[in-house]
């Protein structure tokens, strides 16, 4: 049973435009949860966390939002750029601790 | 720069082959990690270690076990390939107690077991 799901296994956006890429989880013990971004033939790179103390946490274009009641976050990346287009992962767990990983959107941003 | 560097980029072994994948970093990380990732699974943990000789298994140990001689490097190993064992494996560090900005990953190692 998977505790960290993004329904969403891919996903095109226009160039400019806003992504959302959605991510449930069930365990409501997890604390805090990360987005890795994946490039072909490269390792995952660590992108934006946010604590479960938090409902919004911005960097750049990227925004995470983090729904505590309906075990729901998101990454909205705006505006959208063709070298966002990638396969995103989303982790939850607790902080210090082992994460586990959904199996991942891969964004299309088209130019 | 730093660097979690895996040993091979693409491997094909036999069913039955033992193994090794080897990662090496070069931050002083006390904490390394090996994931498998599949289509529609994600990645999952296999094992980890928090400290030379030091390991504990993850989600998916089975068939699989690991070495840590030395703090930089952590080894994967398949005693016996199966070719459901065919994956993506990636390497990870971070320093102790910290996981997010400071996990480092490797640029994966995919294995076919034919």
């Known amino acids: 049973d998977q505790q960290v799901k993004q329904n969403s296994p891919s996903l095109s956006v226009q160039e400019g435009r806003i992504s959302i890429l959605n991510c449930d989880y069930t365990n409501s013990m997890f604390d805090y949860f990360l987005w890795y971004k994946k490039y072909p033939a490269e390792g995952p790179t660590f992108l934006i966390s946010?604590?479960?103390?938090?409902d919004k946490n911005e960097d750049g274009r990227f925004t995470v939002f983090l729904n505590k009641s309906a075990k729901h976050l998101s990454l909205h990346i705006v505006p959208s750029q063709p070298g966002d287009s990638a396969v995103y992962f989303c982790?939850?767990?607790?902080?210090?601790?082992?994460?586990?990983f959904g199996p991942g959107t891969r964004l299309s941003v088209l130019p | 720069d730093v660097k979690v560097t895996q040993s091979s980029r693409y491997l094909v072994k036999r069913t039955g082959e033992k193994v090794f994948l080897e990662c090496v970093q070069d931050m002083d990380h006390e904490n390394m990690f090996w994931y498998r990732q599949d289509p529609g699974l994600g990645l999952r943990l296999i094992y980890f270690s928090y400290d030379v000789k030091m390991k504990e298994k993850g989600d998916i140990p089975e068939g699989y076990s690991v070495s840590r001689e030395k703090k930089e490097r952590f080894s994967l190993i398949l005693e016996s390939a199966s070719t459901n064992q065919t994956s993506m494996y990636l390497c990870?560090?971070?320093?102790?107690?910290?996981?997010?900005?400071?996990?480092?990953f490797g640029q994966g190692t995919r294995l076919t077991v034919v």
């Open positions: 982790a939850g767990g607790n902080y210090g601790q082992n994460f586990v």
């Open positions: 990870a560090s971070s320093r102790r107690g910290r996981w997010d900005t400071e996990a480092f």
């Open positions: 946010i604590s479960s103390i938090k």
